[in-house]
DNA sequence: GCAGTGTCAATTGTCGACAATTTGCAAAAA
DNA sequence: TTTTTGCAAATTGTCGACAATTGACACTGC
């Protein structure tokens, strides 16, 4: 293992070699893998496949009807971002989300949003503040209407645009990592707010020290914010594993 | 995809059904994906695979001499903790750290740090706040005598600790994948500080604040100390970038 | 009945092979 | 000379098969 230096960069994750027309979508990439996994997530977030539940690559494949490959880079990827766990010789199972992980999750996103709030607060742009505005009132609007899936969507894109305000890409992979973990409580959470006109409201002092660019009170609100969403989930997860299965 | 809740739990990361003779050791297993993942991590960071260059997966099996599979699966692992990235159809490659991820990563560092040092000052025990000291005399010891990879490594430790000292797992898992990412640059920083004293020193401000438990003084001082390591770093990294290959 | 042992089906870990795609190079066209 | 086209080698994506290990069940001896 010694030399080695070939291709000079990798041009990177930009794909901005393109003297192209500009005109065509690229095609959707048959990539497997990619498929399989956005499948098994999908199943996991919207409560199909339990927690706790086993995945066997040989089932898995043949309802896909690939191989056993593909399934199993899969369900690697889905490992590292904490959708599954796995032990060695035995295969795959569904996270399963104790109140402690709960608890951590909340409580390092107090640091990390809080931080990126301050960041944001000098350089968040007018209109990104409008995005964020804009996302408020979809919540508002869904609050009505919408299912309690579009709801928590709408609410991570809020939280999320914040953190992309920061102009930290890293934080933001943080951020994206947690959500992602999030996702697979979210199933089990039947009504996660009482009121989902209270989700969206909550979001607006938060908006407020933005526009004041007063980053004290900024982090209070998003510290207050979080905390909020945290007990009610909290609460709500702990009345659930009281009652043990259905 | 539906009736599936086999397995009960998974009896999760505690090995503590263990009513044995507690004499022998569990014998390490082969696991060839975490062998090999664990030699070319090695190989990054001691320098002999330098950032961009191309991974072959037939050319590492041919040296493991396994077969690819494994060889993939330990590219993927690497992947997921961002060691090496890869391109559909093209492979895998050694990560670039950019300037911009080094700046990135070390002010996320400052929100997780201090968030972590806060939570931690209210838990702190005195067994290991005296962890923590051993740790700062460790750097010392090493700043003599030990080579700059030693002590970089009992940095990341004592920053490890502090986080581990907070109690949310999550937020230590965070840690770890930062500790990692940097791990990828370290081979490019030949000398990283013109004292190794200096950098020891550093770090008892932190230990002060810890020992009086004022918060206020610890945010601020592990604040000043992640800066001040940035601002070595980045100002070494960009000196490196200037003068272009050897 | 119970602790321990042997056996067997199910499942993962690993392998070698083939198909599909990319890349570099050379030849042809402008 | 410069650009385009075509080909060939190298490399990844996927597959089916076999070996190794696990977990469950039945069996034995007490």
Redesign the interface.
Known sequence: ??K???????A?ANGDDEPATGVFHTIS?T?LVTQIARQITE?IVSG???P???LTELQLSR?FGTSR?PV??AA??LE?QGLV?S??RRGF?VR?LEP??LH??Y??R???E???AL?AVDRITEHEIDRLQRQIEKMYALADEGSLEQQIMEDFTFHRLLCAASG????LK?YD??ATEMRCGIALIGRLFDSAHRLAETHEPVLDALRERDADKLAAAVRFHIVEAQDQVVELFSEISRRPKP
Chains 1, 2 share one sequence.
Do not use: K, W, Y
């Not at 080695?4 to 990798?10: K, L, N, T, Y």
């Not at 930290?168 to 934080?171: D, E, G, I, S, V």
């Open positions: 293992m010694d080695q230096a070939d291709h000079p960069e990798m990177a990439s990539d199943a199909n496949l339990r706790g539940s086993r309802e490959a199993r880079e690697r990827l590292s766990v032990s060695p199972f399963t402690q992980d951590d999750i409580e390092l107090i640091g990390l809080v931080h990126a960041l930290n890409r890293r934080l943080v990592e947690l």
